[in-house]
C-alpha cells in the first residue's frame, strides 16, 4: 500500500462539480496552475502561470477605490493601463478580499492534497453511482507532478475513477511516476508539424508525440484535437494524425473538439489581447467531413467530447 503525502500542498485555480465530459460518469475536475505551452486559442489563460493571478472585470466596477488603498505596493491606479501594474502586482489578494462588487477575483491558492480530497468527497455517492471520478485538468497538471502524483494515489485509495486531460509535455520520469495511477488519459495531439506546432503553442511537439507512445502502453488513452482554423484542420493534417495514431498502443478513438472562442474575455479580464480575434470555427459540415476521413481509417471518431 502507498503512503499518500496529505499534507502536500499545489496550486488549484478551480474545482468543477458535476461534470459529465471529461471521462465517464458524474465528474469533479480539479485545475492545476501552470503550463510550459501558450496556445494562442487557450480558453483558461488564468491557468498558464503557476503563480496566482488577478482578474479585474471592468464592467462591474463602480469606482469606490477600496482596491487601491487596501494595495500595499500601489499596484492599482486609474492611470494604469488596465487598472492593475502587473508588473509589481504579487497576487496578495488584499484588493480582491476588500472589493464589494467582486470586479477583483485572484485565481489560483494553495490547498493540500487533504482539503481537496475533502472537497471531493462531497461527490463521492455520484461517483459510485454513476461510474464517475475525477479528472485532474489545467493548465497542464504534469507542471505540478508531484501534487498531481498525490492525488491520484489518494483517489484511488478512496476507489474512485482517475483521468487528466494532459498535453504530453513532461519528461519522462514524470510519465513513469504518474500515469500508473490514472485510468483515463484523454490527451491533446495538438498538431503533427513540428514547426507549425511551435508557432502555434510556443513549444516544440517532438516530447508530446514521444511522449504519447509511452503513455499509450501505461494507461487507456483517447487522443483529443481541438480544432484550430489555418493549424490543423485542414484533410491532409487528420490523415497525419490518423497515421501517428496508428503508431500508438491500442488508441482507438479520436475526439474532434470545434474550436470556440468562450476564453475570450477573461484576455481582457488579465489585461492581455486575445491574438485568434479573427479565426472562425470550422462550419459542422466541414468537421463531419474530417470525422469521416478519420472512420475511413478504421479510428471511431467523436466530435465533441
Ligand atoms: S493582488 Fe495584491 S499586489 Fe496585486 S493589485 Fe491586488 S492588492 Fe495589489
Ligand atoms: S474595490 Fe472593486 S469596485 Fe471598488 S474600485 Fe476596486 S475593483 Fe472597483
Redesign the pocket.
Known amino acids: 500500500m502507498d503512503t499518500i503525502n496529505y499534507s502536500m500542498e499545489g496550486t488549484v485555480f478551480d474545482i468543477q462539480r458535476f461534470s459529465i465530459h471529461d471521462g465517464p460518469g458524474i465528474r469533479t475536475i480539479v485545475f492545476l496552475k501552470g503550463c510550459p505551452l501558450s496556445c494562442l486559442w487557450c480558453s483558461n489563460p488564468e491557468s498558464q502561470k503557476i503563480k496566482p493571478v488577478i482578474m479585474?472585470?471592468?464592467a462591474?466596477?463602480?469606482?469606490?477605490?477600496?482596491?487601491?488603498s487596501?494595495c500595499k505596493i500601489g499596484a492599482?491606479s486609474v492611470n494604469n493601463k488596465g487598472?492593475i501594474n502587473r508588473e509589481i502586482c504579487t497576487a496578495c489578494g488584499e484588493?480582491?478580499n476588500?472589493?464589494?462588487?467582486?470586479?477583483?477575483v485572484l485565481k489560483g491558492k494553495k490547498m493540500t492534497i487533504e482539503q481537496v480530497i475533502k472537497e471531493l468527497k462531497k461527490d463521492a455517492i455520484n461517483y459510485r453511482r454513476s461510474g464517475g471520478g475525477i479528472t485532474l485538468s489545467g493548465g497542464e497538471p504534469l507542471v505540478q507532478s508531484d501534487f498531481s502524483k498525490e492525488l491520484f494515489k489518494a483517489c484511488k485509495a478512496q476507489g474512485w475513477h482517475t483521468a487528466i486531460e494532459t498535453t504530453g509535455y513532461a519528461n519522462s520520469e514524470t510519465i513513469e511516476e504518474v500515469f500508473p495511477y490514472i485510468d483515463l488519459v484523454l490527451m491533446d495531439i495538438k498538431s503533427t508539424n513540428l514547426e507549425l506546432h511551435r508557432k502555434y503553442t510556443g513549444v516544440s511537439n517532438e516530447i508530446i508525440l514521444n511522449n504519447a507512445k509511452r503513455i499509450s502502453e501505461i494507461s487507456k488513452m483517447v487522443i483529443r484535437v481541438p480544432l484550430i482554423p489555418n493549424f490543423n484542420s485542414s484533410m491532409q493534417d487528420i490523415l497525419e494524425l490518423c497515421r501517428f495514431t496508428k503508431t500508438l498502443n491500442n488508441i482507438d478513438t479520436i475526439h474532434l473538439l470545434p474550436y470556440h472562442t468562450y476564453g475570450e474575455n477573461k484576455y481582457e479580464l488579465l489585461g492581455r489581447d486575445y491574438l485568434m480575434k479573427d479565426s472562425r470555427s470550422l462550419k459542422e459540415d466541414e468537421i463531419e467531413v474530417l470525422k469521416k476521413i478519420i472512420e475511413d481509417q478504421g479510428i471511431k471518431c467523436i466530435i465533441g467530447g
Open positions: 479585474y472585470q471592468s462591474n466596477c463602480i469606482h469606490c477605490g477600496r482596491c487601491i487596501a492599482i487598472f484588493c480582491s476588500v472589493c464589494p462588487t467582486s470586479s477583483l
